[in-house]
């Protein structure tokens, strides 16, 4: 419990500190990525920190562009429909690799040893410092990924890989449908891990791949807590992309969630249900004009391994039965308020300080931005009133650090109040 | 000594510790009550209206208060009040072996607040009670934290999580990060309108991998406002239905007979060092124990009114998993998965079948597509809930079977033949 809490709030102290500074919440709305034509990277090993104080081995790439540090996962690539890409790849590894492009149409050029066996389902970058072109054509509009296409049970668990967002001509929207549009947009990247695999790996010893057990669990390369840190933390050089999520009521947010895992992981968004809209890429759609007329609701977005989703989530407190705010009948309503609500009280109350326990992220009031009286112990973390929602794998030991509870596949929503500015 | 002697003695060593552990708990628990001061009580059963506390607390009783004046008791008939207390017990597995866990238990609305710690010690119950809540109704769900007899040392909160609730507030989620939990003794109030039919669950959200792998989960649904009206689907086939799982317009949903199938994994080692004070093995955890509604077969289909019975805490798994039918019925199967560990492919032997919804919405597509499709089976992980709807009028009567086709979960731990199993009898007209 002790621990359980500190963690908690270590990750929440981003939100008071910044909440404090300029009432920010932690969370950017653009996914963080590079953009261009051209993209230079290099595979190399490194470290993961995770919280439960362990530092994992790690294969990942590096933008040569950028600052050249080996992330996990790979920087995302953000690019317009049509472009024609080119990443010139530097392996610095043991091991010849090579990266493949799913979703992505064409042949990947296979190499097969002297004996005629399958060594790499793309050309290879020699190891120890060995160089290789890959090109393709960004095709349509979607969430997709690269990953490594060389020796896959090893390579791509270790972190050869990453996300590529293709978007449409159209500012703002999923795909060309219009019923795609969205406010903010979000890239949940999960993502599994045997730490044997690693330490293997580390010692150049190989591993039975067959006996999978993972007990490593990300999400955007950081396991929980750390998924709730904000992108770009200087204590966390090798995992630049934070997974914290925030928003607005009434705002339309569109959630890429992209298993490059080795096992499924059904994704539960406490708050709303999410309306899946496209999978791997595509819109769920009889075709033609018929737009978006398969999207189907998810409480659980059963992400298997490999798959992509693109789903839209909102929430207003919609036939909540209260009024979020605490609004008096005769007051103005708020933006984005559901308004048959409006004046109701919430009928239950709470009892003493002292019956019950508090979680760090609870501002001590049942309304949406306000506080309220919080016990003498409790850290008041939550100095914008937000209502937050724990957003995880619900193969609930998934949210684990190697046994070690909280952890792993989980992230928080906020819903800040509309007067509460979201970067 | 034989592997299977060496496995007897060691559960009968394991049961001697379950006994010994109790009775220590049981008075040391009960020495806690007894002294002044100690686990002091600030509970505040809250229910519509009814400060009696009378059995049905939606009923006018002495002691209700008119509000407004109007010299009539303000009762709001689609108010449900329901007491539960999260704890710990024990529960009898199809193999015979007593299982610690912790759980949900359910409190007449009636009991005094002081008593309602003894009234719940080593009352868990597999699965939690249901709550089955008509559209348009409001549930004020009381939840009491009993404390843990066998784990004193154990302070935990509990929540409760209604799994799937659309356009929740943070308060009334569950989630102990981030809301109030009740400590030891204590009561907590979650407010719900249901507004949103469908098959939706619910379970303890406190270190959620930990309380869930315990039995901390229960079936949840509601049923939707279309109930009650006639329609016949197809329309000129002559079958008329009164009951449906959605609001579809048509009846295309209505059904005869329902059953919740909640599956849930007992990893037995996971159970037996939690309650010997170990930490938790979450990793690679695995299921020794696949259970429908907290049982595994053939303890499934025991439709004794008590439910099945274990030497430490009693009767504590009341519900049973056999669905009966007469042929020609429409059976609705409200089918959850709450697995911490596994995702379970559950098939449906020999009558056709078709899925209707996902996590408590209609297989429809926004501009109306019929997105719902024929199968015998459907694949799920952990936190996915679906409806399908079995159609008897083409088979012949007999038994049928609901399995997993996980063919390792058809066992309760090393015996076989049980496990993730239960029956579904037709009989003739």
């Not at chain 1, 992209?258 to 899946?276: I, K």
């Not at chain 1, 737009?291 to 909102?314: K, M």
């Not at chain 2, 989960?217 to 049923?223: D, F, H, M, S, T």
């Not at chain 2, 939690?274 to 990793?283: A, E, G």
Request: aromatic share 10%; charged share 15%; net charge negative.
């Amino acid at each position: 419990m002790d621990r359980q809490a500190f963690r908690f709030a270590r990750a929440a102290l981003i939100v008071a500190v910044l909440a404090a500074a300029g009432g920010a919440a932690p969370a950017s709305a653009a996914i963080s990525g590079i953009t261009g034509t051209t993209f230079n990277f290099t595979a190399r090993d490194g470290f993961l920190a995770n919280p439960d104080g362990s530092y994992i081995y790690f294969w990942g790439l590096a933008d040569d562009g950028g600052t050249g540090e080996v992330q996990l996962p790979g920087p995302t690539l953000i690019l317009s429909q049509g472009t024609m890409v080119t990443i010139n790849l530097t392996n610095m590894l043991p091991e010849p690799v090579s990266l493949v492009f799913p979703g992505q149409e064409g042949p990947t050029q296979p190499v097969y040893d002297a004996n005629g066996r399958l060594r790499s389902l793309a050309q290879e970058a020699a190891p120890s410092g060995g160089t290789r072109t890959y090109t393709f054509t960004a095709g349509a509009p979607g969430t997709y990924y690269y990953q490594s296409g060389t020796h896959l049970d090893k390579q791509i668990p270790l972190g050869l890989y990453g996300a590529i967002i293709v978007r449409p001509p159209i500012a703002g929207q999923a795909y060309a449908d219009a019923a795609t549009a969205y406010d903010r947009e979000y890239l949940l990247l999960l993502a599994d891990l045997d730490h044997r695999l690693s330490t293997a790996a580390e010692s150049g010893l190989s591993f039975d791949s067959t006996d999978w057990i993972a007990g490593y669990w990300f999400i955007n390369g950081r396991s929980a807590t750390d998924t709730m840190s904000e992108d770009n933390v200087p204590w966390l050089p090798n995992q630049p992309y934070g997974a914290m999520v925030s928003m607005h009521p009434g705002e339309t947010i569109l959630l890429r969630v992209l298993n490059m895992g080795r096992d499924p992981h059904p994704f539960h968004t406490h708050g709303n249900h999410v309306l899946a809209v496209g999978r791997d890429g595509r819109l769920l759609s009889t075709g033609g004009a018929a737009g978006a007329d398969l999207a189907e609701f998810h409480f659980t977005v059963p992400a298997g391994s490999g798959q992509t989703w693109d789903g839209l989530f909102t929430w207003s407190a919609d036939n909540l039965g209260w009024d979020v705010y605490g609004h008096a009948p005769g007051d103005p309503m708020q933006v984005g308020e559901y308004a048959p609500d409006h004046g109701k009280a919430i009928p239950t109350q709470t009892p003493y300080l002292t019956s019950l326990q508090y979680g760090d992220l609870y501002s001590g009031s049942p309304l949406l931005g306000q506080t309220g009286p919080l016990p003498p112990d409790h850290p008041g973390l939550n100095q914008t009133g937000a209502f937050f929602y724990m957003w995880h794998s619900h193969r609930e030991n998934e949210m684990t650090n190697l046994n070690d509870f909280p952890g792993g596949m989980m992230t928080m929503l906020a819903i800040e109040a509309p007067w509460v500015p979201i970067p | 000594m034989s592997a299977p002697m060496t496995a007897r003695k060691e559960e009968r060593a394991l049961m001697r510790t379950r006994t010994a552990m109790t009775r220590l708990g049981l008075g040391l628990f009960l020495l806690c009550l007894a002294l002044p001061g100690a686990a002091a009580a600030v509970n505040q059963l809250q229910c519509p209206n009814d400060i009696d506390k009378d059995p049905a607390g939606d009923f006018p009783g002495p002691g209700d208060i008119d509000h407004n004046g109007n010299g009539v008791l303000d009762v709001d008939p689609n108010a449900v009040c329901m007491w539960i207390q999260g704890g710990d017990g024990f529960v009898r597995m199809a193999d015979g072996y007593t299982i610690y866990m912790f759980g949900f238990s359910p409190v007449p609305l009636a009991l005094p607040e002081e008593q309602a710690q003894s009234y719940g010690a080593l009352a868990a119950n597999a699965p939690a009670p249901n709550i089955f809540l008509d559209e348009g109704q409001e549930l004020y769900l009381n939840l009491g934290n009993t404390g843990f007899l066998v784990r004193l040392d154990v302070d935990d909160a509990h929540t409760v999580h209604w799994h799937g609730f659309p356009e929740q507030s943070a308060i009334h989620d569950g989630v102990p990060e981030v809301s109030p939990a009740p400590r030891i003794g204590t009561i907590f109030t979650y407010w719900y309108q249901a507004v949103r039919p469908g098959t939706y669950f619910y379970h303890c959200h406190f270190e959620a991998p930990e309380h869930i792998q315990l039995g901390m989960i229960g079936n949840l649904y509601v049923r939707p406002a279309q109930n009650g009206t006639d329609k016949e689907y197809p329309t000129g086939s002559g079958r008329h239905y009164n009951k449906f799982a959605y609001n579809d317009g048509d009846g295309r949903t209505g059904y005869n007979v329902e059953a919740a199938l909640q599956v849930i994994d007992f990893d037995r080692y996971f159970h037996d060092v939690f309650m010997n004070v170990q930490p938790d093995p979450f990793y690679n955890s695995r299921s020794s124990y696949p259970l429908f509604n907290g049982r595994g077969y053939p303890d499934t289909i025991d439709t004794s009114p008590a439910g099945i019975e274990n030497e430490v805490s009693g009767f504590r798994q009341p519900i049973h998993s056999l669905v009966e039918a007469v042929k020609g019925d429409r059976i609705l199967l409200r089918l959850s998965n709450v697995s911490t560990n596994a995702h379970h492919t559950v098939q449906v032997l020999g009558i056709p079948m078709r899925v209707v919804a996902k996590d408590a919405k209609l297989l429809r597509g926004p501009t109306g597509a019929d997105m719902s499709y024929m199968a015998n089976s459907i694949t799920f992980g952990g936190g996915e809930a679906y409806d399908v709807i079995l159609d008897t009028k083409d088979v012949a009567p007999g038994t049928y079977f609901v399995y997993s086709r996980n063919l390792n979960d058809l066992n309760n731990y090393r015996q076989a033949r049980g496990g993730l199993m239960t029956e579904i009898r037709v009989s003739a007209p």
